[in-house]
């Protein structure tokens, strides 16, 4: 977890600070007012005792009851001062953390994206971020708080009593300390476990009910029931588990802190006895020791999550990705006009053993034709940079050489990308055409819209271009949402345009009527097309066919 507290510490460490001074005021107001009003108690009864006896004493009621108020104000203020201000802070640094893991993940290879499911990134990008805010609200501010804390109070014991005040110091300490160590070697592992089946539970109960349909069709529903029963039982186990061991640290630890109380009675009472302190001073020396076992009694509760934590930083650090930059080989793209790709055959699949040199020129038409096995989507991912190079494989491009991982930094910028799926993202039907871009003009949306047959059907929506497509675009026919993703890459400004099968799920007489209408937008870029075979819509005039074979 080391980087998430240099990153805290880098990006808030003036907000981390004042977070502090406030948790710290609320404990010393807290522990002070129990002393006082110990020491304020305990004196009104003596003189209680001394009017009843007839003796004549003079006792000030004003100055410590105006100290008692002032402490008990103090403390409401400072506490709920100090909420709703570390409260922000929290939000702030959550914010910090997604910034920092989106600018880490932007930049990592899509072959190492697409390694994690869905229902792993889900977990990772918000329960995983959600748990590091404990590093600030349960490892930092309480600790130093109350170290602060110690330190004060002993600093203003010495002027009472300093041998006791010596003692003090090191007994809290020595408490503070030992506590936080052992509580951290005892729950780590527990809780580690628990985060782990926590995360498998979340990813089998997500995949259950995207698989519902599946599940019910293949009479099995109850047979993943069964398997997810299962999960919640380790994890109920594990959580047990974890549980016990805070449970017996809280009770060690109560033990510990009674035993010192019982230490702290013995000594004050004997040194009132000997005159070394007055009676209202013993009594606010134990009210002290009450206030402040209060505080530490806390430590156990706040530490054993210290597994859970660490399980999620351990993971969100395998997403912080970065690239291997070779200054002297870098290279920026203005235009992509000719590419001369040369592919070793097992770059696509097993099986393929030829190997693959064909050229890509600005203003030209590649139609890659293949059934299905051959490799033509593996072809699509190497050419878009989806899926890296291997050693043997490489592109020339503009007549540079560039192999992979070292290919031109904004190549991604300059290529665009349809794959064989529709990918609809949870959003409204504008949100998913102008994805990703910072401003596009209305007119050239409703343009796009045109060339794609979809104006009637837009305008047919209760919202528009506002209409929300529901989650995986669940509203949209097969069609519709092919022609969504195809707009959503005409509004794009391209070099190099790969299309895998793009009119699935159209029927041929709408293709064909589509592409002659996109046809003045592709005439000036780079276009491969994969399909099973030659589609009718393409002029082999102005076409180059490319076949691909197994061997």
Known sequence: ????????????????????????LTMISGVALLMLSGWFITATAIAGAAIAAAIVITFDMYVPGSGIRFFALSRTISRYTERIYNHDTILRLIALFRVTLFSQIANMPLSELRQNTDSEWLGKLTADIDALDSILIRYIIPPVAALALILTVSILLSTIWFEFALYSALFMLFT???????????????????????????????????????????????????SINNSIELLMLAQTKLNTKTMQLQSWLDWL?????????????????????????AIMLVMMYLGINEILQSVVSQFSTWGKTQFAAHRLDTLKYSPRVDEENS???????????????????KSHEKDIFFTLNSGEILNVIGQSGTG?????????????????????????????????ENWYQKVSYLEQSNTILAGSLGYNLCLGLPEIAEEKVWSVLTQLELTQWVNGLPEGLNTWLGESGCQLSGGQARRVCLAR????????????EPFNGIDAMMAARIWHQICPWLSSRIVVVFTHEKPDYIDASTTEIFELKNT
């Open 1 to 24: 977890m080391k980087f998430w507290f240099a990153l805290i510490i880098k990006n808030h460490i003036s907000r981390v600070s004042i977070g502090i001074l406030w948790a710290w």
């Open 489 to 500: 890459l005409l509004l794009r400004e391209p070099d190099l345009v790969v299309l895998d």
């Open 331 to 349: 290279t920026t793209l203005d235009t992509i006009t000719k590419i001369d790709v040369q592919l070793k055959g097992e770059q696509l699949i």
């Open 257 to 281: 802190l009674q035993l010192n109380l019982l230490i702290v009675v013995i000594w004050v009472l004997s040194a009132f006895a000997a005159a070394v302190i007055s009676g209202p001073q």
């Open 376 to 408: 033509k989507s593996s072809l699509a991912d190497l050419l878009s940079g989806v899926t890296p190079l291997n050693n043997s494989s490489h592109y020339i491009v503009n007549g540079t050489l560039s192999t992979s991982p070292q290919i031109p």
């Open 176 to 226: 503070l300390t030992i506590t936080i160590q052992c509580t951290i070697r005892s729950t780590s592992s527990s809780g580690k476990r628990v985060n782990s089946l926590l995360n498998q539970l979340r990813v089998q109960v997500i995949e259950h009910l995207n698989g519902v349909l599946e599940l019910h069709s293949f009479n099995v529903m109850h047979r993943h029931q069964h």
